[in-house]
């Protein structure tokens, strides 16, 4: 198991930028063997993923929503994981979740069942 735990969330106006940052109590060696997602869950919605990172072979995904304004990435020696949000919009307003799981395929995925470790989630909030 991994135990992970969000940080960075804050208040930011729209058009702002914020990292956030996914630390993982795990060794080097385990973490490689892990994808890494994003999910996010706004007030009275469900859960989306929106971005994963396969530590196997380094790809990666964003879901449409977020294409082209979040990156994520990772350090392996810190065993850290961030999610570069750039152009943030008031729809971004959620609780994001940083979660980690065994992977038997190349790349990775944005469904919940992919992932049985999660951090605790760190609020986003995006003022219009």
């Known amino acids: 198991e991994v135990h992970l735990v969000e940080s960075g969330g804050a208040l930011v106006q729209a058009g702002g930028s914020l990292r956030l940052s996914c630390a993982a109590s795990?060794?080097?060696?385990?973490?490689?063997?892990?994808?890494i997602g994003w999910f996010r869950q706004a007030p009275g919605k469900d859960r989306e993923g929106i971005s994963c990172?396969?530590?196997?072979?380094?790809?990666?995904l964003y879901e449409s929503p977020v294409k082209g304004r979040f990156t994520i990435s990772t350090d392996n020696a810190k065993n850290t994981v961030y999610l570069q949000m750039e152009n943030l919009k008031p729809e971004d307003t959620a609780v994001y979740y940083c979660a980690a799981g065994k992977t038997a395929f190349p790349g990775c995925g944005t469904f919940s069942y992919e992932y049985d470790s999660w951090g605790q989630g760190t609020q986003v909030t995006v003022s219009s």
């Open positions: 795990a060794s080097r060696l385990v973490f490689e063997d892990y994808i």
């Open positions: 990172v396969s530590n196997v072979d380094g790809r990666t």
